[in-house]
């Protein structure tokens, strides 16, 4: 048993998944700091998602620990939805609720599982649409929003539940390019502000000005990690080079057999 | 200049869609002149138009008949409603025996005819249990066998709908914290009642019409429907206006209701896209 660092907003050990015959995660030791913000890259299937979808649960491990705050997640008889409240997590496609205003996407998991009263939800509402620089769109729907100001409701969404922890699952992955800034700009924020964060993404100058520490991952492993200007910069491994290259340079890409 | 001669006669496209769509407006007005001719107006109207039969329904017809069809129709939707999203939820329930029930009933009362349900309500369950009551008698008998019929129905619409709600929207709302009933209540069913608005509007209209076979339930004087009124009144007067009466009740219902279960269907697409 490895010790619980009650220090780390999250800890991983031994983590394992597979999906049925396919093993996706195949061991990760890793911990993420207070206030640290850790970019996760990696090629398509390496297990990212998978990763990250395991910090919350949302998939179940296999094998191995999750611990967020010190509580561990991966514990049957934690209280999974209290626990969850303490990670926020921005998705890829959004996910916004289409039915609902964005002042009731932002407002609706405060009011039922906190059980805040309407107007501390409002007030908190208003004071993160703000802090996204969407004030003014309170009343709109989902479908009436860009792309980018969409993925801006769901950040706000999940920081009006005042978690310790937030999880992007390639946040601007979905976007058209004039709209990617707007998104990583708040993100940048964000983490200026303190915020711990795990981000999966492809925007390697997002990921080598406002990370801590990048974790490259292959196969379902970590195949090097450390701070940016080194794993970015000078990867010590082959795979890792060869991912880079193909990101930074599409067009440059040889064709693998 | 042969070849030239030769295809003269031939007529032009244009000439010959004038020709053929001549043509059938031609033989569509012989008909009507035809049956016109040869339909006796007097007996016609006498037997499906006649206003001194049809003085006699009102205000019957509108007061105890309509009042009653749509009261059958309504609580025996609301009872299908509530039943049909039961059953969805438990079709779609991660215990097995849920699954099972909500199957079982979904084949067996798809695969009946409503007739044959309402024989039972009506018939069968005071035969196999004495003594039980219906609340609200022959209302609750009706709205219960109208319920049974199209809970199967709308159970299976509404499973359709829940399953249309993208993965997505149960995973943003887990991962705010909510529980999975609770994301079902504010985020999941919300959404798929809006996609089955247009087809359980047309459950609605299909109820409105089955609502005619509690006239197998024995009802009294003041509890008939629009179809069991034409048919005392029609064989009464010997006379088939009744019916007529009660078709047009009938559709000044459903037609308008059809219309706008497909421009619910309409507007759903446009706005999916
Ligand atoms: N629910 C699932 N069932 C079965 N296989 C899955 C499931 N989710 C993911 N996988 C598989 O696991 C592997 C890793 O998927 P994952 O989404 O974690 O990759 P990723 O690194 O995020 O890739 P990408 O950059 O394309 O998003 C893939 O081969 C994928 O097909
Ligand atoms: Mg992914």
Redesign the pocket.
Known sequence: MTTVNPAAAVQITGLQKA??D?E??RGIDFEVARGEVVCII????????????CVNLL?EPTAGQVYVGGVELTDPDVDIDAARRRVGMVF?QFNLFPHLSVLGNVTIAQRKVLRRSAEEADRIARDNLVRVGLADKVDAYPAQLSGGQQQRVAIARALAMGPDVMLF??PT?ALDPELVGDVLGVMRKLALEGMTMLV?T?EMSFAREVADRVVF?DG?VIVEEGPPSKVIGDPAYERTRRFLSRVLDPAAAEVEE | MTEHAEAAPRLTRRQRRRLILGGEYGVFVVAVVLLASLANWGTLKTNFAEWRVAKTLFPDIITVGLRNTLLFTVTGFALGLAAGLVLALMRLSSVPPYRWFAIAYIEVFRGLPALLIFIFVGTGIPIAFPGVEFPGGVYGQAALALGIVSAAYMAETIRAGIEAVPRGQMEAARTLGMSHGRAMRSIIIPQALRVVIPPLTNELVLLFKDSSLALYLGVTLQQRELTKIAQDVTGQQGNTTPIVAAAICYLIITIPLGHLARRLEARQKRGQR
């Open positions: 999906f049925g396919l996706v995660l990696g090629p398509s299937g390496s297990g990212k998602s998978t990763l990250l979808r998939e890829q699952d390639e992955s999966v492809h991952m379902g």
